[in-house]
């Protein structure tokens, strides 16, 4: 079997037992206090990579309109990569035989116990197990073999056959570490393990190489690898190891003759590598050995580190899933080899951007991987380790061009981590700066005091903190304009609008104000009439204000038109049109709006509830409105409110046109109804509906007293004498100012039933009045050209009631004839009574109302012979 023959060198490189892991400390939350870069020159990192393609991963969420902070760690599929690499002292490595045969267990480690580690005055030692009898043969084979010459030594190879043991490939991994071979600083003795002196006894050394081991205690097991030196003191921090491997195959014997060459395998150069062990600041204590001094059988201190990154205080260094270090360059063709180069590193859950050697880059760095450029921030500032890079949303980078918000991405998408999220010009919030949001252009410098088109084809226009307007009319160069809600510049166009709590008129440049002044005409975009306005001489309407004329303002500005109420209290104002503004307060009447009643005050104010008086008469209110047509009591005397309010005891006029009149019975609550009664001496009837009964003849036959009131063109027949009961009235038109008709008492007498008059012409069942002179006075229906009925003169029928006639008492058709018919003999007195508007008024019964023309309007209505 051959034998080959390995040197290892250990030497510890710049006193690195005191080098510790990085990534103890964080950066100071962004969402506690805004992060604020010191501005340093921008570094661009620039890396072709044409063979590997970068992953596509999800856009991160817009972090200008949500403001999402959460940042999502991101998965890894390889735990040998060496960008997310952390520590790993169990990972499985090919193991390095020992040069002796020693005790194993399954895992090929050399198994011994607490008391086999030895504390001397330099550090701990490892006493190798104990050895059977074959082991010590070949042991002894071994020195005697190691005590011959070279030359010896090799041609006693010469005869051994079978298969060759090939050592494994290193490989060289780069450094700019300086090495000092052949020396190394042993871990201090823990004060609490005693120092004891070791001299026959056999411990393993650099001549073993690095050894797995796996130590008993306290009925629990632990393995790991370590490496001593020359003295066989246990090594920790950094180390050099140099080992020297024969050819990777030997030629036979034969075949070394036949070409002139010793049959030995000669040796190659050795190799170097870089190797991490645990130091005592650095120890993990296992489980159950807590407050026990730190000892290899308590602790992994001296274990070689693995798939870990190291942190000198100055640069970072990473050893492989074999322990070996690897530089820069060698974990970036790896990653773009596996297609995962991003052009920084994880270490420990930062994220850093290497030089060559391992030293952190800070400040603005661009990085550009396949084609690709991405501004990222590296912290410079950190209370342990700078360079960690900055992904927490928005970061203050001021520079000599002013102040400067950037956002960079918090790694929702984990390929898009750290990013700076570059846009044109954006209004966006900036927690960290303050409430609002803020206008930045496309280099995150913000916008101050301007107006500015954004990216979103919107305008926005700031004040002198960069602030957006929202809500509000600005005044920008000569003009104003409107910014709404979400702080755009309105778009409305010749048009009005209500900005704010006013109204103004923009013209073709959206949003634009165009200044107005003294009155204006509000319209909708449909053209529809909406109210008028007042502008004063800034360009601003009147809201809320009285002026000296009597008009008044709304909140809204619009001119207040009829009902109105005002600080509690209601007004009534001249209703204006889209023709003209007039609205002027009423003050001191009585006003009538949309079937409704109003008392105004002096001062304008409408009367709210009550009873008032105006102008004589009585009305009572309920919420300013006068109240109708119900009984109301004053002063516990039962009344009635008529159509127009005024409280009336008596007579309630229902209907002039059509001559209906009702009575408060005053014993009791409401009209007379189904009786008669005497009111001012006068007897009157009343229907069931409290209605005044104009025609009682049929209850009293005669004999009758007539009496003509001239003044309100009435005739009513009296039941007696003493004219207190009329049971008729009769619509008569007397003569006129020049051909009167003669006042006094005079007698009726039946004449012709087609009675001839002047002209000539002929009026139906004429009644001579006695002794009236004239030549003749009757009663008689409208006068007609011939003795028909189908001559009638439209325009006189519709004159009676009203005087007309040469001195005659004209009636229509049907009362001529019941007179003519009833009233021979009886006494008729003509007089001239006091004037009444109403109609249902005149008369104790009212004029009786006139029966219209029909059909062809040539005959009387009335005329029982038609």
């Not at 609008?497 to 440049?509: P, Q």
């Not at 008392?599 to 009305?619: M, P, Q």
């Not at 008492?809 to 009833?822: L, P």
């Given at each position: 079997m051959k034998r080959r023959l390995v040197?290892?060198?250990?030497?510890?490189?710049?006193?690195?037992?005191?080098?510790?892991?990085?990534?103890?400390?964080?950066?100071?939350?962004?969402?506690?206090?805004?992060?604020?870069?010191?501005?340093?020159?921008?570094?661009?990192?620039?890396?072709?990579?044409?063979?590997?393609?970068?992953?596509?991963?999800?856009?991160?969420?817009?972090?200008?309109?949500?403001?999402?902070?959460?940042?999502?760690?991101?998965?890894?599929?390889?735990?040998d990569d060496a960008f997310t690499a952390g520590t790993d002292t169990a990972a499985a490595l090919p193991d390095e035989t020992p040069s002796t045969a020693d005790a194993t267990d399954a895992v090929g480690a050399a198994v011994v116990k607490a008391e086999d580690w030895v504390s001397t005055e330099n550090g701990f030692k490892l006493r190798k197990p104990a050895k059977n009898q074959d082991t010590a043969n070949t042991d002894d084979q071994k020195a005697a073999t190691a005590a011959l010459p070279d030359e010896e030594m090799l041609s006693e190879t010469d005869g051994f056959s079978g298969d060759q043991t090939e050592s494994s490939e290193t490989a060289v991994a780069e450094t700019d570490t300086t090495a000092v071979t052949a020396e190394v600083t042993a871990m201090e003795t823990p004060a609490a393990t005693d120092t004891v002196s070791v001299t026959n006894e056999e411990f393993y050394t650099v001549a073993d190489g690095i050894v797995k081991v796996s130590t008993e205690y306290k009925g629990e097991t632990h393995t790991g690898y370590y490496l001593f030196d020359e003295e066989g003191i246990l090594v920790t921090g950094q180390a050099e190891v140099k080992e020297k491997s024969s050819a990777d195959e030997e030629p036979t014997s034969d075949a070394a003759q036949s070409a002139g060459e010793d049959a030995a395998g000669e040796e190659t150069e050795a190799q170097a590598n870089q190797s991490y062990f645990t130091t005592a600041d650095e120890a993990v204590v296992y489980t159950g050995c807590e407050g026990e001094a730190i000892t290899p059988y308590t602790s992994t201190v001296g274990q070689q580190e693995k798939s870990v990154w190291k942190w000198t205080g100055t640069y970072f260094q990473y050893y492989d899933e074999n322990g070996n270090l690897e530089t820069i360059a060698q974990l970036e063709a790896k990653a773009k080899a596996a297609g995962t180069y991003t052009g920084y590193f994880k270490i420990n859950e930062d994220y850093y951007c290497l030089d060559p050697e391992g030293k952190p880059q800070t400040g603005e760095i661009t990085l550009t991987v396949n084609g690709e450029s991405n501004l990222y921030y590296f912290d410079p500032a950190s209370s342990d380790i700078p360079g960690k890079m900055f992904h927490n949303g928005w970061l203050r980078s001021d520079t000599t061009k002013g102040e400067r918000w950037l956002y960079f991405k918090k790694g929702n998408v984990p390929a898009d981590i750290g990013k700076y999220y570059k846009r044109g010009v954006v209004a966006t919030a900036i927690p960290e700066k303050g409430t609002g949001a803020y206008l930045l252009d496309a280099n995150g410098y913000v916008l101050k005091s301007v107006m500015k088109k954004a990216q979103n084809g919107a305008y926005y226009c700031t004040d002198s903190n960069g602030q957006i307007y929202r809500n509000k009319l600005v005044k920008y160069g000569n003009f104003r304009y409107y910014f709404g809600s979400n702080g755009k510049r309105a778009t409305w166009t010749k048009r009005w609008a209500k900005a704010g709590d006013h109204y103004y008129y923009f013209g073709s440049t959206p949003g634009r104000v165009v200044e107005k002044h003294g009155?204006?005409?509000?319209?909708?975009?449909?053209?529809?009439?909406?109210?008028?306005?007042?502008?004063?001489?800034?360009?601003?309407?009147?809201?809320?204000?009285?002026?000296?004329?009597?008009?008044?303002?709304?909140?809204?500005?619009?001119?207040?038109?009829?009902?109105?109420?005002?600080?509690?209290?209601?007004?009534?104002?001249?209703?204006?049109?889209?023709?003209?503004?007039?609205?002027?307060?009423?003050?001191?009447?009585?006003?009538?709006?949309?079937?409704?009643?109003?008392?105004?005050?002096?001062?304008?104010?409408?009367?709210?509830?009550?009873?008032?008086?105006?102008?004589?008469?009585?009305?009572?209110?309920?919420?300013?409105?006068?109240?109708t047509n119900q009984f109301m009591k004053k002063n516990g005397v039962n009344g009635y409110l008529d159509a127009n309010g005024k409280y009336t005891r008596g007579w309630v006029i229902v209907s002039n046109a059509k001559n209906l009149v009702r009575y408060i019975?005053?014993?009791?609550?409401?009209?007379?109804?189904?009786?008669?009664?005497?009111?001012?001496?006068?007897?009157?009837?009343?229907?069931?509906?409290?209605?005044?009964?104009?025609?009682?003849?049929?209850?009293?036959?005669?004999?009758?007293?007539?009496?003509?009131?001239?003044?309100?063109?009435?005739?009513?027949?009296?039941?007696?004498?003493?004219r207190t009961i009329p049971v008729k009235t009769i619509r008569v038109s007397v003569g006129l100012a020049g051909t009167p008709t003669p006042t006094g008492d005079f007698t009726l007498s039946r004449s012709l039933r087609w009675q001839p008059l002047m002209g000539p012409s002929w009026g139906q069942y004429g009644t001579h009045v006695d002794r009236a002179g004239q030549g003749g006075i009757f009663v008689h229906s409208v006068a007609c050209g011939q003795a028909n009925s189908y001559n009638l003169p439209a325009g006189e029928y519709n004159k009676l009631g009203s005087p007309a006639s040469h001195g005659c008492i004209r009636t229509c058709v049907a009362d001529a004839k019941w007179v003519y018919e009833n009233c021979n003999g009886a006494p008729i007195s003509i007089i001239d009574g006091k004037y009444k508007a109403d109609d249902a008024m005149k008369g104790p019964l009212g004029k009786k109302a006139l029966t219209p023309l029909r059909g062809a309007a040539n005959f009387d209505p009335t005329d029982p012979a038609v």
């Amino acid at each position: 079997m051959k034998r080959r023959l390995v040197a290892v060198t250990l030497s510890l490189i710049m006193t690195m037992a005191t080098v510790s892991e990085a990534g103890a400390a964080a950066f100071t939350s962004p969402d506690t206090a805004p992060a604020v870069a010191t501005q340093t020159d921008a570094e661009e990192v620039n890396v072709t990579e044409e063979t590997s393609e970068t992953g596509t991963s999800e856009t991160e969420a817009d972090a200008f309109s949500d403001g999402d902070d959460g940042t999502a760690v991101p998965s890894q599929e390889q735990t040998d990569d060496a960008f997310t690499a952390g520590t790993d002292t169990a990972a499985a490595l090919p193991d390095e035989t020992p040069s002796t045969a020693d005790a194993t267990d399954a895992v090929g480690a050399a198994v011994v116990k607490a008391e086999d580690w030895v504390s001397t005055e330099n550090g701990f030692k490892l006493r190798k197990p104990a050895k059977n009898q074959d082991t010590a043969n070949t042991d002894d084979q071994k020195a005697a073999t190691a005590a011959l010459p070279d030359e010896e030594m090799l041609s006693e190879t010469d005869g051994f056959s079978g298969d060759q043991t090939e050592s494994s490939e290193t490989a060289v991994a780069e450094t700019d570490t300086t090495a000092v071979t052949a020396e190394v600083t042993a871990m201090e003795t823990p004060a609490a393990t005693d120092t004891v002196s070791v001299t026959n006894e056999e411990f393993y050394t650099v001549a073993d190489g690095i050894v797995k081991v796996s130590t008993e205690y306290k009925g629990e097991t632990h393995t790991g690898y370590y490496l001593f030196d020359e003295e066989g003191i246990l090594v920790t921090g950094q180390a050099e190891v140099k080992e020297k491997s024969s050819a990777d195959e030997e030629p036979t014997s034969d075949a070394a003759q036949s070409a002139g060459e010793d049959a030995a395998g000669e040796e190659t150069e050795a190799q170097a590598n870089q190797s991490y062990f645990t130091t005592a600041d650095e120890a993990v204590v296992y489980t159950g050995c807590e407050g026990e001094a730190i000892t290899p059988y308590t602790s992994t201190v001296g274990q070689q580190e693995k798939s870990v990154w190291k942190w000198t205080g100055t640069y970072f260094q990473y050893y492989d899933e074999n322990g070996n270090l690897e530089t820069i360059a060698q974990l970036e063709a790896k990653a773009k080899a596996a297609g995962t180069y991003t052009g920084y590193f994880k270490i420990n859950e930062d994220y850093y951007c290497l030089d060559p050697e391992g030293k952190p880059q800070t400040g603005e760095i661009t990085l550009t991987v396949n084609g690709e450029s991405n501004l990222y921030y590296f912290d410079p500032a950190s209370s342990d380790i700078p360079g960690k890079m900055f992904h927490n949303g928005w970061l203050r980078s001021d520079t000599t061009k002013g102040e400067r918000w950037l956002y960079f991405k918090k790694g929702n998408v984990p390929a898009d981590i750290g990013k700076y999220y570059k846009r044109g010009v954006v209004a966006t919030a900036i927690p960290e700066k303050g409430t609002g949001a803020y206008l930045l252009d496309a280099n995150g410098y913000v916008l101050k005091s301007v107006m500015k088109k954004a990216q979103n084809g919107a305008y926005y226009c700031t004040d002198s903190n960069g602030q957006i307007y929202r809500n509000k009319l600005v005044k920008y160069g000569n003009f104003r304009y409107y910014f709404g809600s979400n702080g755009k510049r309105a778009t409305w166009t010749k048009r009005w609008a209500k900005a704010g709590d006013h109204y103004y008129y923009f013209g073709s440049t959206p949003g634009r104000v165009v200044e107005k002044h003294g009155w204006q005409k509000l319209v909708s975009t449909s053209g529809k009439f909406l109210g008028w306005l007042y502008f004063d001489s800034k360009g601003n309407h009147y809201t809320d204000k009285w002026t000296s004329a009597g008009y008044y303002f709304k909140p809204s500005g619009k001119l207040a038109s009829g009902l109105t109420e005002i600080d509690g209290k209601k007004y009534i104002f001249e209703s204006s049109t889209s023709a003209e503004h007039k609205g002027k307060v009423y003050k001191s009447t009585m006003v009538r709006y949309k079937k409704k009643w109003y008392i105004a005050s002096s001062k304008g104010s409408l009367y709210k509830s009550g009873w008032r008086k105006y102008s004589g008469n009585y009305y009572y209110l309920k919420e300013c409105v006068v109240q109708t047509n119900q009984f109301m009591k004053k002063n516990g005397v039962n009344g009635y409110l008529d159509a127009n309010g005024k409280y009336t005891r008596g007579w309630v006029i229902v209907s002039n046109a059509k001559n209906l009149v009702r009575y408060i019975d005053p014993s009791g609550n409401g009209f007379a109804r189904n009786k008669s009664m005497r009111v001012n001496g006068i007897l009157y009837y009343f229907d069931s509906n409290g209605y005044r009964i104009t025609d009682l003849t049929n209850r009293y036959r005669g004999p009758y007293s007539v009496q003509v009131d001239r003044v309100n063109g009435v005739m009513t027949v009296y039941a007696d004498s003493a004219r207190t009961i009329p049971v008729k009235t009769i619509r008569v038109s007397v003569g006129l100012a020049g051909t009167p008709t003669p006042t006094g008492d005079f007698t009726l007498s039946r004449s012709l039933r087609w009675q001839p008059l002047m002209g000539p012409s002929w009026g139906q069942y004429g009644t001579h009045v006695d002794r009236a002179g004239q030549g003749g006075i009757f009663v008689h229906s409208v006068a007609c050209g011939q003795a028909n009925s189908y001559n009638l003169p439209a325009g006189e029928y519709n004159k009676l009631g009203s005087p007309a006639s040469h001195g005659c008492i004209r009636t229509c058709v049907a009362d001529a004839k019941w007179v003519y018919e009833n009233c021979n003999g009886a006494p008729i007195s003509i007089i001239d009574g006091k004037y009444k508007a109403d109609d249902a008024m005149k008369g104790p019964l009212g004029k009786k109302a006139l029966t219209p023309l029909r059909g062809a309007a040539n005959f009387d209505p009335t005329d029982p012979a038609v």
